[in-house]
């Protein structure tokens, strides 16, 4: 079975391309995954959902990069571009993604990704050589498909609680490192996360594997508010854009931004934490 590769591609014949991975949307939740399995729900509705892409104005605010607007419509549903209805998908999406990024001839690549989008955006930059950068916004490491119920767990795992298992410790083994192993040229990594975040420790957790397992350079960017997962975003979306647009440059924030406390953590400013 091959993986889905469906999405928007934004061209601006440019040699640059930025992928953005969806999060998700607010009215998706265990009783629309419980609408989906009892067959009140069809697939053309979902599917229409999914081509709301996340961060657009992005694009709209750059001309000079193409874009690539990344669906994650898997398991009837979502997938977290990691598993359809009981199966992995990373590792044939990461193969799909590199040959889209031959194909086209892109010199340059970045990924962008907030909460599960942020998983795709990680996963893509273990297994494509071509990717310079990743930012990632609160990802959700956690796999937290909890909130999808038992509908959820029938649409995203086949009812395989072994399956289960492995998909929501898998940031935790080796198994997707194989690749990243092999690679000469590293991607640069940059984390925005928050002290309220349920993945904050998860993502310390793998930002440090990265730098010390890996010699990979990682970065953490922290704001020390009372924030929790999804507000972190919402709530500073002119910081989002602005980051977002800057992901191509070596310190893709201004001096008076974060502050750094260590080579690879950087706390918010109140200039930043009142950028909304």
């Given at each position: 079975?091959?993986?889905?590769?469906?999405?928007?591609?934004?061209?601006?014949?440019?040699?640059?391309?930025?992928?953005?991975?969806?999060?998700?949307?607010?009215?998706?939740?265990?009783?629309?995954?419980?609408?989906?399995?009892?067959?009140?729900?069809?697939?053309?509705?979902?599917?229409?959902?999914?081509?709301?892409?996340?961060?657009?104005?992005?694009?709209?605010?750059?001309?000079?990069?193409?874009?690539?607007?990344?669906?994650?419509?898997?398991?009837?549903?979502?997938?977290?571009?990691?598993?359809?209805?009981?199966?992995?998908?990373?590792?044939?999406?990461?193969?799909?993604?590199?040959?889209?990024?031959?194909?086209?001839?892109?010199?340059?690549?970045?990924?962008?990704?907030?909460?599960?989008?942020?998983?795709?955006?990680?996963?893509?930059?273990?297994?494509?050589?071509?990717?310079?950068?990743?930012?990632?916004?609160?990802?959700?490491?956690?796999?937290?498909?909890?909130?999808?119920?038992?509908?959820?767990?029938?649409?995203?795992?086949?009812?395989?609680?072994?399956?289960?298992?492995?998909?929501?410790?898998?940031?935790?083994?080796?198994?997707?490192?194989?690749?990243?192993?092999?690679?000469?040229k590293k991607a640069r990594f940059f984390f925005f996360t928050g002290v309220r975040d349920y993945g904050f420790r998860p993502v310390t957790t793998f930002h440090n594997k990265l730098i010390n397992d890996f010699q990979a350079e990682s970065h953490l960017l922290i704001l020390p508010t009372p924030e929790p997962h999804s507000p972190l975003i919402k709530n500073h979306s002119n910081l989002m854009n602005h980051l977002i647009q800057n992901i191509d440059k070596d310190v893709p924030w201004e001096?008076?931004?974060?502050?750094?406390?260590?080579?690879?953590?950087?706390?918010?400013?109140?200039?930043?934490?009142?950028?909304?």
């Amino acid at each position: 079975m091959t993986v889905a590769f469906n999405g928007k591609h934004i061209q601006n014949q440019s040699d640059t391309l930025v992928v953005i991975f969806q999060g998700v949307f607010t009215k998706t939740n265990e009783a629309y995954a419980t609408r989906i399995v009892n067959g009140q729900m069809p697939d053309e509705n979902v599917k229409n959902l999914h081509s709301y892409y996340h961060f657009m104005k992005v694009s709209m605010r750059n001309e000079t990069r193409d874009y690539l607007y990344l669906e994650d419509y898997y398991s009837k549903l979502y997938g977290w571009y990691l598993f359809d209805n009981g199966r992995f998908i990373y590792e044939e999406l990461s193969a799909q993604l590199n040959e889209f990024i031959e194909k086209h001839g892109y010199k340059h690549v970045y990924l962008v990704g907030s909460s599960k989008g942020g998983v795709g955006a990680i996963l893509m930059a273990l297994h494509c050589p071509s990717v310079e950068q990743v930012y990632t916004m609160v990802p959700d490491l956690r796999i937290s498909t909890d909130g999808f119920g038992e509908s959820g767990r029938r649409l995203f795992f086949n009812q395989d609680a072994a399956f289960e298992k492995q998909v929501k410790t898998i940031f935790e083994g080796e198994e997707i490192f194989k690749a990243f192993k092999k690679q000469e040229k590293k991607a640069r990594f940059f984390f925005f996360t928050g002290v309220r975040d349920y993945g904050f420790r998860p993502v310390t957790t793998f930002h440090n594997k990265l730098i010390n397992d890996f010699q990979a350079e990682s970065h953490l960017l922290i704001l020390p508010t009372p924030e929790p997962h999804s507000p972190l975003i919402k709530n500073h979306s002119n910081l989002m854009n602005h980051l977002i647009q800057n992901i191509d440059k070596d310190v893709p924030w201004e001096a008076d931004e974060f502050t750094s406390v260590s080579k690879h953590a950087h706390i918010a400013t109140y200039k930043t934490i009142g950028m909304k």
